[in-house]
């Protein structure tokens, strides 16, 4: 798991009191079929394509330094094939928006048109170490 440049130094900023920022109301999980830096320059699936959106996620509270998805999140491809699913994202909007954390997934999914990618409930851990 990894923190995209972005939330750094947003967390750097607020806390050490040169800017403030605030939490978004929603956090998002995009799919991707590349591995994307922490600038945002992996390839995620194309929005509104082969039935492809990212999905609102919610986290427990952090414990221990680390938070995991409180549900299950369920991706479903119609229309088309999206390819091998290699790597996710977490988004600050469900559109464009701002990478804030990204990972690996524990084993690529091939997903063809009709199938479905189901990541379980606390399958995606975020740790500040």
Same mark, same amino acid.
């Given at each position: 798991?990894? *923190?995209?440049?972005?939330?750094? #130094? *947003?967390?750097?900023?607020?806390?050490?009191? !040169? @800017?403030? /920022? @605030?939490?978004?109301? #929603?956090?998002?999980?995009?799919? +991707? /079929? $590349?591995?994307? /830096?922490?600038?945002? @320059?992996? =390839?995620?699936?194309?929005?509104?394509?082969?039935?492809?959106?990212?999905?609102?996620? =919610?986290?427990? %509270? %952090? @414990?221990?330094?680390?938070? !995991?998805?409180?549900?299950?999140?369920?991706? =479903? %491809?119609?229309?088309?094939?999206?390819?091998?699913?290699? &790597?996710?994202?977490? +988004?600050? %909007? $469900?559109?464009?928006?701002?990478?804030?954390? &990204?990972?690996?997934?524990?084993?690529? *999914?091939?997903?063809?048109?009709?199938?479905?990618?189901?990541?379980?409930?606390?399958?995606?851990?975020?740790?500040?170490?």
């Amino acid at each position: 798991m990894a *923190k995209s440049n972005y939330l750094e #130094n *947003k967390v750097i900023d607020h806390f050490l009191g !040169t @800017s403030s /920022t @605030s939490a978004p109301s #929603n956090v998002y999980m995009g799919l +991707f /079929t $590349s591995n994307p /830096t922490d600038a945002n @320059s992996g =390839t995620e699936l194309t929005i509104g394509s082969n039935g492809y959106s990212r999905n609102t996620i =919610t986290f427990n %509270a %952090a @414990s221990s330094g680390s938070a !995991t998805n409180s549900s299950a999140e369920t991706f =479903t %491809a119609s229309g088309g094939n999206w390819g091998t699913i290699t &790597h996710f994202g977490i +988004f600050d %909007a $469900s559109t464009s928006g701002n990478l804030l954390y &990204h990972g690996a997934l524990t084993d690529d *999914k091939v997903i063809e048109d009709g199938d479905s990618l189901v990541v379980a409930t606390g399958a995606i851990t975020i740790t500040e170490t």
